[in-house]
C-alpha cells in the first residue's frame, strides 16, 4: 500500500482526488491537511465522505507528512503551493501537485500572469509536467510532479502530435468552455447559482494564465490565442481548436501515438466528442473536421476538467510513479446520464 | 472473478451497471444482451465506455448466458422483465432484476398498478426483495433478487425501522423529489430539455406503482400517501415525509441497527441531507426533525437513484450472493461537486 | 403617470419590480435608493437595464421619496424595512412593502419567527396584506401594503376558499419546492453554482416564517405543516398540498371565486400546473386530485417567486391602489421555453 | 390596432412570437393557423396562454388570412416556409417569415447548405432582410421581411459595421454557443434532459447554414469559420469572433453608429457581455479585447436567441412596417436572474 497525504484537500481538486484515493486499491491515505479546517473530521468538513474516513484535518507540517507518507498532493490554490512544495521537498518527500506553481520552466512568463515572483523556482529544474502521454518516463522517476492545467490538458492532447504537421504563422484559436467548479469552491457573485443558472461568458480574453503553458508545451512552435469561456454546468471543459495549416493535411497518423494510451479516445474525422461520454471519468475524447472550403483544420477535445482535468491525472502520474499498473483505481467509464 | 451477464443493458439502469461492474475488480462482464441494437458494438452504441469494453451487443438467449454467466442482471423495462427472467430462471440462472416485476408478492396490486397481469407468478416465491439491510441473509442464498423501486429505497430505508413506533391512522405523507434520469432514456415532449429545465412538476399522484411496494414493506402496517415530483436535475432522490405519531418518540433508537450499514448514514436529529453528498455513490443519508409545534416528525432522506436507488444496491445484492465483500466496486464518496 | 420610487431595488425582488415598472406603461420612475450603491448608475449596478434608465442610486430620504413620488416601493431584506417604512409613513407616502416585516398581526409571532421585536408596529392597523383577490377593496384604499411572501401566494390562492369545507384537525401538510432565486442575491457556499446544481434539499423544517404567515391567512381555522425544499432552478415555487377533510368532497365549487380572477388560474381535477407555464409570468395555476384510496385530497400548485409570488403581485396591488386596469403591464403569458 | 396573424404558432419562434403580440399594446392577434392541432384552442396546446387567448387554431389559409390580417407572421421550420408564404404574398397580405427560407439571395447557396431546390425564387427580390439596424428603411415599405437567424444577430450586429476597417484575408473564427431552444421543439436523445443536462458539444462544422447567411450580409468580404457549440440553458447566445486584421486598430469608432440604436449595447473595450443581462430581452450587447502579444481582435456578443434573436427583431420589424415606435411592446430589460 501507497501511504499518501494531501495537502489542501478541501478545494474541488482536493475533494476529487479524496474521492480517487479513498477508493484506490493501493493506497493508505493518511494525513489531510488544511490550514482553514485543522483539527475537524475529514467527514464533517466534506459530508460526502461520512463512513469512508476517519481521519481529521491537520496543520501542514512537512516533516510529519515525511515519516509518515511516501507521496504527498498537494491541492491548495495557485501561487500558494511554492511554500509547502519546497517544505515538503526540502523534507524529502515526493510530492504530486495539482496547482500551477511549477509547471512554467519561464519565470518571467510567471511572474507576468500570475502577478508575483516564484520564490521556490530552485525545484523547476527537477520539476516533471505531468502530462502522462509525454512524460511518462520522466514521471516514473520524479520527485515532483506539476499536474498539467486542465485547460491545457484539453488542448495539449490533441495539438501536442502535429508539432510536426505543415501549420502556419497564423495564431491557432482555442475556444474553452467549462464547467463552473473550474472557478474553485469560494462563493462569489458572478457563480451564485441564480448569476451563473442559463448564463453564458466568456472570460480572461488575452490575458489567461494557462496561455503560456500551453505555448511552453507546444515547445513555443506556435503561438495561441486561447479564450476560456464559462456555461452552466459543473463538471467538463470542451475545447474547439481552429488550425490554420500552411496546406491541408490528414491528422490521422500523427495520432497513431495514441492507440495504447488508456485514457485518451481519438475518435477520428467527423466524430466529435460530448461531455456526457466523459463526465465522472479519466478520458479526454477528440475528433475533427478539415474545412475544405476554408482550409482550416477544426478539433474538438472533451474531459471532466476535476477527474480528466485534475485529479484523475494525478493518480495517474502517482500510479506510474510507484510502478502500479497505470489505470488502476481509474478504469470507469464515463457517468452518462 | 464472477461471471456476469446483462440483458437491456442500453437503459439508465442497465447503464449505470455496466459502469460498476466494468470497474468491478471481482467480474468478468461476459455478455450484454439487447433486443433493439443486437449485433452493435457496446463502445459504439454507448461512447462513454470506449476503450473500456470490446463487448458486441448479443440477442438475449437464456442457455448461453446460462452456460457462460453466473449471475445475470435485468434491466429491460417494467412489464417486459417477467418473460426473460423466467426463461433464465428455467435454464438455472442466478438472476438480478433492477425492474418491477417480481418485487410485489401480491399479483392484484400487480395488476392494479402495472395494468397487466403478471405471467410468471410462479417465481414469486423465490423472489427476495433485494433491499440489503433487511433481508441480507436471504439475498445471500437466491436465485432471483428484485432490486427496490427507487423511490422506495428512498423511502424504506428511514420509515421500515419505525414499524414498532407509535405510529398513528393518519397516512404518511410522502413527497419525493427526483432527478430526470428516473423517467428513462426515451425523449418525450416532458423530457425534452427547453421544456424541463427550469421546470417542476407532480405527476401520478395517487396511482404511483410504487406505492404498493412501499405498503408490502412497510408490511401493511400503515398507509402512505405517495406524491413523486420532478426537478430539473439528471440524478437524486430527495423524499420527505410527514409521520403523524399517536404520540411525539425519539426515533434515535430505532436507527441503531444500521449503525454498521456500509451504506446507510443516520445523520441524526436536525441534520438534513442533500443530494449533493450521495451523487454518484451508493450511499443514503436521513434526518429528522421533531416538530414539537404539532407533535408531526419530519424525515428526509437522499439517494442517487441510478446507484444507490438502483445499480449500487444491485451490486451489493451480487456481492452478498457471492460471498464478497458487501462493499466491493462500491466503495466511493459522493461526487460533490 | 404614476411617479414611482423604489427603496432597496438591487435585491432579486427590487430588480424584477425593475424590469416591471420600466416597462410598465402609466408609471414614471423617478428615484432607486440603495444605501450600498448609493451614488452609482443604475444601469451600471444593474447592467440588464443598460439603455432604458439613465437614473443613479441615492440614499433613502423619505421626505425627498415624498416630494417626487404618488408611492414608493420597499424591497429591503425582512426586518430591514420596518425603519425606511415607518419614516415614508410619516412623511406621508403611501408604501408597497415586498417584504415581511408588515405583513403578520401578531408581534409576538413576528419575534419568535423573525428573532427580534417589532419597532413599528404602530402601522400594523393600516397595513393591508396585499392577496389581491382577498383583499382587493381594501387595497384600493391602503396607505400602506404588505405583500405576501412567495411561499405564502402559493398555498393561500388554493387553500383560502377551502376554509368553509370539511376540513379536519390534522395539519395540513405543505410541501413546496422552490427556486433559488427565493434565496436572495447574497453569495454562500450553500447556492454556488456547484454546490447547488444537481442538488436538492429541505430547510427550516418546522420553523420557517412563512409558517405564521399562511396560518394567519387562512384565519387560524388550520394548523399547517410547511416544509420548504429547495431545487437546482432559477424561478419557480410548485407547493404540494396534502389535505385530510373530514369527508371527501369536491373542491371545484369552493374555486368558482376565481372564475374572473385575472391572474389565478384553477385548472380543475387530475389537472396539474407545471413551473414552465407560469415562468416569467404573474399567473397562480393550480389542480388537484382526490384520492379515494386515503380519503386525502392533493392539491398542486405553481408560481414564478418573482413575479406572481412578489414583483408581479405588488405591482398588481399598485395599479388598483391607482385605478389602473390590474392588469395593466402585467399581462403577459408563461415564458415557456 | 394592428390585425396580426400567426402561421406554425407552435414551435419555440411562433411561442414568443404569442407572448410578445399578446401583450403587445397596438396588436390584435385574429388568427393563429397550424397544420397539426388545427381545431384546438390555443390555450389548450400552450397552456402558458391561458386565459390570455380564446383563439383557437386553423388550417392555414391564404385567402382567409389575407381579409383579416394586416400582416402575417410565419414561424413553420425550415423550409416549409416558402409554400405559405408564396401563398400569402400571392393573396396580398404582408409578411414575416421568422424562418431561413428568403434570407439567402443565392439559390445555389440555398440548394447546397438546405438541400432543397427554393420554389418560390421570384419573391427573393421583394425580400428584406430584417436586421433592422442595417436595413430600417427598406423594412418600413417592405412587403416582405425575413428575418435574420439568431447566430447571424448575433454576429453581424457586432461585424458589420468592421468592413472597411482594415481586415486580412484569415477567415474570421466565430464560435457560438446557443441554449437549446434553438434546436427546437421536437424531443430527440440530443436533447432529452438526462443527455444534455451537464452537456457541452460542438456541431455541424464546417457546413452550418448559417455560414452563407453571414457571409452574404458581410457582403462577401471576408470569409468566415463558424462553429457552433450547444450548451446546457434554455435560451441565449453567446458568440466569440477572432479576427485577424491586417494591423491593430480601435473599433469603437465604427460602433458610433449604434449610440442610438435601442437595442445594440456597445460595451466598449475591455467589457465583455453575459447572458444573464439579456435574457428574456431585445438586446444584443458586445464588447471586445484587443491582444497586443497576437495582433487578432476578439469581440464578444449576447443575445436571447429566443427574442433578439428571432422573435423580438420580428416584431421590432412589425413596429417599423406600421409606423408605431420601433421598441413598442419590446422595452423591457433582461431578467436577471
Given at each position: 500500500m ?9 478545494g474541488?481538486?482536493?475533494r476529487?482526488?479524496l474521492?480517487l ?25 466534506l ?7 476517519s481521519l ?5 507540517d ?6 509518515r507518507?511516501?507521496v ?5 490554490p495557485?501561487?500558494a503551493?511554492?511554500e509547502?512544495?519546497?517544505?515538503l521537498r526540502?523534507?524529502g ?15 518571467k ?8 515572483d ?16 509525454w ?26 502530435p502535429?508539432l510536426e504537421?505543415?501549420?502556419s504563422?497564423v ?12 472557478a474553485g ?16 461568458k466568456?472570460?480572461k480574453l ?14 513555443f ?13 459543473t ?11 500552411e496546406r ?13 494510451e ?7 474525422a467527423g466524430?466529435?466528442?460530448?461531455i456526457?461520454y ?5 478520458f ?24 480528466g482535468g485534475?485529479?484523475?491525472m494525478a493518480?495517474?502520474?502517482m500510479?506510474?510513479m510507484?510502478?502500479?499498473?497505470e489505470t ?5 467509464g464515463?457517468?452518462?446520464?
Amino acid at each position: 500500500m501507497i501511504r499518501v497525504g494531501i495537502v489542501g484537500a478541501t478545494g474541488y481538486g482536493g475533494r476529487e482526488l479524496l474521492r480517487l484515493l479513498l477508493g484506490h486499491p493501493d493506497v493508505h491515505l493518511v494525513a489531510v491537511a488544511s490550514t482553514s479546517v485543522a483539527g475537524k473530521p475529514l467527514a464533517e468538513e466534506l459530508p460526502a465522505f461520512r463512513k469512508l474516513s476517519s481521519l481529521n484535518f491537520e496543520q501542514f507540517d512537512a516533516a510529519s507528512l515525511h515519516d509518515r507518507c511516501d507521496v504527498v498532493f498537494v491541492g491548495v490554490p495557485g501561487k500558494a503551493s511554492m511554500e509547502p512544495v519546497a517544505a515538503l521537498r526540502k523534507a524529502g518527500v515526493r510530492v504530486i501537485d495539482i496547482g500551477p506553481d511549477f509547471r512554467l520552466r519561464d519565470t518571467k512568463a510567471f511572474a507576468a500572469y500570475y502577478c508575483t515572483d516564484h520564490t521556490a523556482s530552485h525545484l523547476l529544474g527537477e520539476s516533471v509536467y505531468g502530462l502522462v502521454p509525454w512524460y511518462r518516463d520522466k514521471i516514473r522517476q520524479a520527485s515532483l510532479v506539476a499536474v498539467p492545467g486542465c485547460y491545457p490538458i484539453s488542448v495539449l492532447l490533441p495539438l501536442r502530435p502535429l508539432l510536426e504537421a505543415p501549420l502556419s504563422e497564423v495564431p491557432v484559436v482555442i475556444d474553452s468552455i467549462s464547467g463552473i467548479s473550474g472557478a474553485g469552491k469560494t462563493p462569489t457573485e458572478a457563480f451564485h447559482f441564480p448569476e451563473m443558472n442559463e448564463n453564458l461568458k466568456a472570460y480572461k480574453l488575452a490575458v489567461h494564465q494557462h496561455t503560456p503553458e500551453i505555448e511552453q508545451e507546444l515547445l513555443f512552435k506556435t503561438t495561441v490565442q486561447f479564450t476560456p469561456h464559462i456555461a452552466p454546468l459543473t463538471r467538463g471543459i470542451l475545447t474547439t481548436i481552429t488550425l490554420r495549416p500552411e496546406r491541408t493535411f490528414d491528422p490521422a497518423p500523427f495520432y497513431e501515438c495514441y492507440e495504447k494510451e488508456p485514457f485518451v479516445r481519438v475518435l477520428g474525422a467527423g466524430h466529435l466528442p460530448e461531455i456526457r461520454y466523459v463526465r465522472g471519468s479519466n478520458f479526454c475524447d477528440f475528433g475533427w473536421v478539415s474545412d475544405e472550403r476554408t482550409g482550416n483544420l477544426l478539433i474538438v477535445s472533451a474531459i471532466d476538467n476535476l477527474m480528466g482535468g485534475t485529479a484523475g491525472m494525478a493518480v495517474q502520474c502517482m500510479n506510474g510513479m510507484f510502478g502500479l499498473e497505470e489505470t488502476t483505481g481509474l478504469c470507469w467509464g464515463g457517468m452518462a446520464p
